[in-house]
């Protein structure tokens, strides 16, 4: 990394300009009605090894945007668990929907 690369970087990332950066992220305005929201303490992200996700999916089954949530992971090939469904069901359920 040459020094100016560093110098921009430092920049970009000052506190004061992490509202700022935020604004740059566009994200789906349903996100903001998502369960996952009022539970920082579930890990929708299990590491391999972990349980399958049951309490972020837990959170998931009363969530009111479920449906968004799985299409926007399906779209964007997320990992982690969205729509009350990890990576491997998601893969599961699109091929089966593809063989149909």
């Given at each position: 990394m040459q020094p100016a690369d560093e110098r921009f970087w430092a920049a970009l990332l000052r506190a004061q300009d992490l509202p700022q950066?935020?604004?740059l992220v566009s994200r789906p305005s349903?996100?903001?009605?998502?369960?996952?929201r009022?539970?920082?303490e579930v890990s929708f992200f299990p590491v391999r090894g972990e349980s399958t996700g049951a309490p972020a999916k837990a959170v998931c089954?009363?969530?009111s945007v479920?449906?968004?949530?799985?299409?926007y992971a399906v779209e964007h090939e997320e990992r982690g668990i969205w729509g009350g469904t990890s990576e491997r069901e998601r893969?599961?359920?699109?091929?089966?929907s593809a063989a149909s």
């Amino acid at each position: 990394m040459q020094p100016a690369d560093e110098r921009f970087w430092a920049a970009l990332l000052r506190a004061q300009d992490l509202p700022q950066l935020a604004d740059l992220v566009s994200r789906p305005s349903w996100m903001a009605k998502g369960a996952c929201r009022d539970h920082p303490e579930v890990s929708f992200f299990p590491v391999r090894g972990e349980s399958t996700g049951a309490p972020a999916k837990a959170v998931c089954r009363s969530c009111s945007v479920r449906a968004e949530c799985y299409a926007y992971a399906v779209e964007h090939e997320e990992r982690g668990i969205w729509g009350g469904t990890s990576e491997r069901e998601r893969r599961q359920l699109t091929r089966r929907s593809a063989a149909s």
